[in-house]
């Protein structure tokens, strides 16, 4: 009988050892994936001008400031009635053959405004901080739009602040960027996600608004379509579609390796869309090599143009207003680097008729560069001289503030004379529709303005 008590006593001890060591290794590999998830970060410190490729995830959007040019009114005299009630959302299957979509004729290429006149829409953010742990930060978001006249002066518009104030409650203070249709009638709101924002649809003249793409937990919003009406998004690994914001059909662009995309944007005459995406075809290089790629808005035909370099972006803002060159970030064909100004590139600007490809000399700290409306213009943001890019190490939001917008400046390039004018500090640059201006946001002033 000892015998046996004691070769179960040992059983029982091996059994218990097994038991410790399985449990150990499911502890190791729980701290492990744990360790492996990045922190959460509600501000884009602007240390690298884009994440690096592969991830999907084009920079952060910053508190936008969008021209609208005028339009006869759409919106109705009463008060607008939105819901919060998310119709079902656009679940479009790829396929291993994109499908074309309806033939369209060009949109007329836009034409100079003889005044500053317009609205901007804007967003804000009131952020809070723990004190306990100044690292996480919370807070909410807030819509606005102002309606500048033609002295200029900025006038009140009782109608747009009610409009305003009817979204940020619809959306409980959540949307952190506003993108209007070129005609007026919709309005693109993004609220914020992990790696991503859900789109908020809202129709100006039904006066009716939807989230979409909830079931691909969001993507990114590329620009409206000149036409008003269709718009670009992306969600990441699935396809660049084209939406129709009336019916809500969409138009497959790009897919598989072309949907891990590194921005896009529509041309002018609404035609074709320009992208950065993966590619198959570099030569001597590791995989993955990046290309810009053409498509048509009907889609069906994307092709790669050229090796673009491994960190390469597109803006939604890259094509001229004449559709015939185009701006991003990544290689310029060699001569990166070439100019002697110590902050030259690395934007490139790519002319579509030759197919050159030059550095252009302005300095760049990540925010998407903007056209003048005569195209003679490219205002950006770059580094303050002297100054560093930001980083996560601050104490208070003061702190951060006064780096976020003293650290970083205003500059334009004139593309005739291969001049650079820094003309003040702050970020997102936005011009006047007669090009005469620019709207930005600084805190000069003490705090953070128009």
Known sequence: MSKIANALKGLIQVVLLIVLVLGMIALFRLVSNSASIPPLSAVNDMTQPYPPPGTGTPPSEQTQNLTEPEYPSLISTGTPQATWTPIPTI??????????????????????????????????????????????????????????????????????????GQLNSILRNSAGSVYPSPNRRYLMLLVPLEASSLPYLYDRVDHKGTFLFEDFGGGRF??????????????????????????????????????????????????????????????????????????????????????????????????????????????????????????????????????????????????????????????????TPGKEFCNRGFTTIAEEEDCFYGNYSIYIENLDLNEVIRLTEGISPTWSPDGSMLAFLSNSSGAPEI
């Open 222 to 383: 590329f620009g409206w379509h000149p036409d008003g009406q269709r718009f670009l998004f992306w969600v990441e690994g699935v396809a660049l579609w084209m939406v129709d914001a009336e019916t809500l059909e969409s138009t497959t662009l790009a897919m598989n390796r072309q949907s891990y995309l590194q921005g896009a944007a529509i041309s002018p005459d609404g035609l074709s869309v320009a992208f950065v995406a993966e590619n198959s075809w570099q030569q001597g290089g590791e995989w993955p090599g990046y290309a810009l790629w053409m498509v048509s808005a009907a889609g069906g035909d994307a092709k790669p143009i050229f090796d673009s370099g491994p960190q390469s972006y597109l803006s939604p803002t890259a094509w001229s207003p004449d559709g015939t060159r185009l701006v991003y970030y990544g290689d310029c064909s060699g001569q990166q680097g070439e100019a002697d100004s110590p902050t030259a590139g690395p934007l490139c600007l790519l002319d579509l008729r030759t197919g050159e490809r030059k550095a252009l000399i302005m300095p760049f700290a990540g925010a998407d560069p903007v056209w003048s409306p005569d195209g003679r213009y490219i205002a950006g943001v770059g580094l």
């Open 91 to 164: 679940t479009p299957q790829p396929t291993t053959t994109p499908r074309p979509g309806p033939t369209r004729p060009a949109v007329p290429l836009p034409t100079l405004r003889s005044d500053p006149s317009g609205v901007i829409w804007y967003s804000t953010r009131e952020i809070a901080q723990d004190p306990g742990t100044p690292e996480v930060r919370g807070g909410s978001f807030e819509v606005h739009a102002l309606r500048v006249s033609a002295q200029p002066k900025i006038i009140e518009d009782p109608q747009l602040n009610a409009l305003a």
